[in-house]
């Protein structure tokens, strides 16, 4: 096989990826720093790694599933954690967190709840 024949197939491929970036780039700045204050904010008020851990959607691009609205007051996240390896070891979570970051992600408007799961 010659060496342009073996490149041939690594030459698609990579134009392919190419193809799949612009929908990465679909979801806003703002909700991508937004999940990561969200999840900072609840880590921080429940003591911190060694203590608690967010539900692992808080830990997907954006939020995940974590991310249940957006409106022009900003992001709005409800999720759960506990203790570090509660998702993982089937245990249930001990708190539920619900927050509001501003549109740009750099600010948290409220804190709705944080306590127990309802």
Known sequence: MSRPTRLAPL??????????WPALAEMPIGQVRAAN???MQAERINGGLTRYFTANCMHQKGGGACMVKSDG???H????GGPPGWE????RATV???ILINPAG???VKLEYNGAPR
């Open 73 to 75: 007051q900003g992001y």
């Open 77 to 80: 996240f409800d999720f759960l």
């Open 106 to 108: 750099t600010q948290v």
């Open 37 to 39: 204050l969200a999840r």
């Open 88 to 91: 993982v070891n089937g245990q």
């Open 96 to 98: 539920q967190t619900r």
């Open 11 to 20: 030459l698609l491929a990579a134009a392919g990826l190419g193809l799949a």
